[in-house]
C-alpha cells in the first residue's frame, strides 16, 4: 500500500506561484515514477508533469512547459511541483499519482496509486 498526500494548494492572483508537494509513505519511494495531474470541474483528468524514479527524466505537458518544474526529494519521499506565472485555466484539483515501474509517464492507465488533491485556484 501507498499513501499520497498532496498540499500545497491554494488560491493565488495571476501570475503568482505555488510550490505544491506529495509526500508519499513507504520506503521504495525512490524506485516510483510520479506524475502530476489535474481536473478542473467538468473536464476530464489531464496530465501536468511526470518525473521518473531517479529524477533524471521529466516531462511536461504544453501548457506547463516553461512555467512549472517537477522536482524530486527521494530521501524526503516528496515530489514537487513549482508552478510560476500561474493563469486562471490552471484553477483545477492537483492530484499525484505513482507508476510502481519507476517510468515518467503521461499515460493515466501506468499510474498505480492517486493521491485525494489539492486545490489550486488563480484569480484574475
Known amino acids: 500500500q501507498v499513501q499520497l498526500v498532496e498540499s500545497g494548494g491554494g488560491l493565488v492572483q495571476a501570475g503568482g506561484s505555488l510550490r505544491l508537494s506529495c509526500a508519499a509513505s513507504?520506503?521504495?519511494?525512490?524506485?516510483?515514477?510520479v506524475g502530476w495531474w489535474r481536473q478542473a470541474p467538468g473536464k476530464e483528468r489531464e496530465f501536468v508533469a511526470t518525473i521518473n524514479s531517479s529524477g533524471g527524466t521529466t516531462f511536461y505537458a504544453a501548457s506547463a512547459q516553461g512555467r512549472f518544474i517537477i522536482s524530486r526529494d527521494n530521501a524526503k519521499n516528496t515530489v514537487y511541483l513549482q508552478m510560476n506565472s500561474l493563469k486562471p485555466e490552471d484553477t483545477a484539483v492537483y492530484f499525484c499519482?505513482?507508476?510502481?515501474?519507476?517510468?515518467?509517464?503521461?499515460?493515466?492507465?501506468?499510474?498505480?496509486?492517486w493521491g485525494q488533491g489539492t486545490q489550486v485556484t488563480v484569480s484574475s
Open positions: 513507504g520506503r521504495t519511494f525512490s524506485n516510483y515514477g
Open positions: 499519482a505513482v507508476d510502481f515501474d519507476g517510468r515518467a509517464t503521461a499515460r493515466k492507465g501506468a499510474y498505480d496509486y
